[in-house]
């Protein structure tokens, strides 16, 4: 028997401050400088880490999530079972609920469902549709005050381009995006993984 030394994820998930409805997400690299296809909403991590702890790091790739939050990425082969984290540059670092079993296609799909990520770390944009949680500008894996310090400098600058605080990815750093961090910041929304 031949063992695949590849395997392709077919991903699906969205981001909070990115979603704009029916399963959209704004045209992010787009309104933010970036040259990508017109139907490109962001680059994303995605990592495959060890199924028992410590979670060792068994591979990550850098790939361009769609506006549809749909990604397709290659990867190693690996026999067994792993957990599946999506790591953005301004969300809560997200794991999948539980490991999973690595074949020739891989699918997960984070939307539709809270459990599909690890302690339900997720928020409903609209019936049946969930997203990450937005606003972890520093990446630290939580929400907080040091974020909003990073969102206020640039708010105050009146940034625009490709900037982690510009949350809901218009390409302008202002109040928009405050909103979202707030709403997570008051809620104490940070990272659950394994």
Known sequence: MMVPCQSTLNLT???QAYYI?????QTVLLNQGEPFSPNACDTIDVKWHQAIWPHELFYAKRAVLN??????????????AYYLAVKHRNSIETWSANPISISSITTYNFSTAATQAFGSNQLEMEPGVFAFFSGD?????????L???????????????????DLNGDGIVDGLDFIYWEQNSNNFVGAVVP
């Open 137 to 145: 500008i520093n990446q630290d894996g939580v929400i907080d005050g």
């Open 13 to 15: 998930c969205f981001v």
């Open 67 to 80: 506006q549809d939050g749909t990604l397709t990425c290659d990867f190693p082969f690996a026999n067994g």
């Open 21 to 25: 409805g029916a399963n959209t997400m």
């Open 147 to 165: 974020d909003y310090n990073d969102w206020e400098n640039d708010s105050n600058n009146f940034a625009g381009g490709y900037f982690s605080t």
